[in-house]
């Protein structure tokens, strides 16, 4: 083998080289940008998912109001008690006139019907016929949740090449919309149907909450 094939050999070593290298690195790139896809909607999807139960957790943790002490003290025990507790009795601070023992049951059925009843309240609070409370909008001037809020959205803003036409549909809505307007039309719906003799319904606009939700769906993220 002369010379002249030997650099040959070695010059087509180095090409077969060069062209593996380069297939490695356009791999490389490719699973690189799959893995900023992925952690771009991992961070959407837990902070959509958890602003949207945001009001949902505020209602649950709001704490038993009554004229009475001594049942608002009970009940709010009994709502953080563990549930072998609730199920088979507990001590209360009972008020001075249950002295006998029949008293305090009747004090004890007290207790646990204002907590089913508050509960309720609670529940019915969250889901309105015609307000969504999951909805941003209705949130935005608590200091916490606008913080988180806009995070997200300075996340999504920075990341939109990576989500689905969806959540670019609604990002761009959400420039065209404020905060305030939608909550207007959710309060608006709502007082023209207490007066309506019939439930009119209408399907409200709302980018705020759309992103959100669709932050939360794995489908909304552009193909990996």
């Given at each position: 083998m002369d010379k002249s094939q030997i650099a040959i050999f070695i010059s087509l070593g180095s090409l077969l080289i060069s062209a593996l290298g380069f297939v490695f690195a356009i791999r490389q790139s490719k699973i690189n940008r799959k893995l900023e896809k992925i952690r771009a909607y991992d961070k959407v999807y837990h902070d959509a998912s958890d602003l949207l139960l945001?009001?949902?957790?505020?209602?649950?943790?709001?704490?038993?109001e009554s004229e009475d002490k001594y049942l608002e003290k009970a009940v709010n025990e009994y709502a953080s008690a563990h549930w072998l507790e609730q199920?088979?009795?507990?001590?209360?601070?009972?008020?001075?006139?249950a002295i006998t023992d029949r008293e305090k049951a009747d004090f004890?059925?007290?207790?646990?019907?204002?907590y089913r009843e508050n509960e309720s309240k609670k529940q019915g609070e969250h889901?309105?016929?015609?307000?969504?409370?999951?909805?941003?909008?209705?949130?935005?001037?608590?200091?916490?949740?606008?913080?988180?809020?806009?995070?997200?959205?300075?996340?999504?803003?920075?990341n939109l090449s990576y989500f689905s036409p969806q959540i670019?549909?609604?990002?761009?809505?959400?420039?065209?919309?404020?905060?305030?307007?939608?909550?207007?039309?959710?309060?608006?719906l709502k007082r023209i149907n207490e007066y309506s003799?019939?439930?009119i319904e209408e399907v409200i606009e709302d980018p705020y909450l759309q992103i959100l939700l669709r932050g939360c769906n794995r489908f909304c993220v552009t193909a990996i």
């Open positions: 945001y009001d949902y957790k505020k209602q649950l943790g709001k704490l038993f199920t088979y009795g507990m001590d209360f601070d009972y008020p001075p006139e004890n059925t007290k207790v646990s019907v204002a889901f309105d016929a015609f307000i969504n409370y999951q909805s941003p909008v209705f949130h935005l001037k608590n200091n916490e949740f606008d913080k988180r809020f806009k995070r997200l959205m300075e996340h999504v803003t920075e670019h549909k609604s990002w761009e809505k959400m420039r065209l919309l404020t905060p305030e307007s939608v909550k207007n039309e959710y309060i608006a003799c019939e439930a």
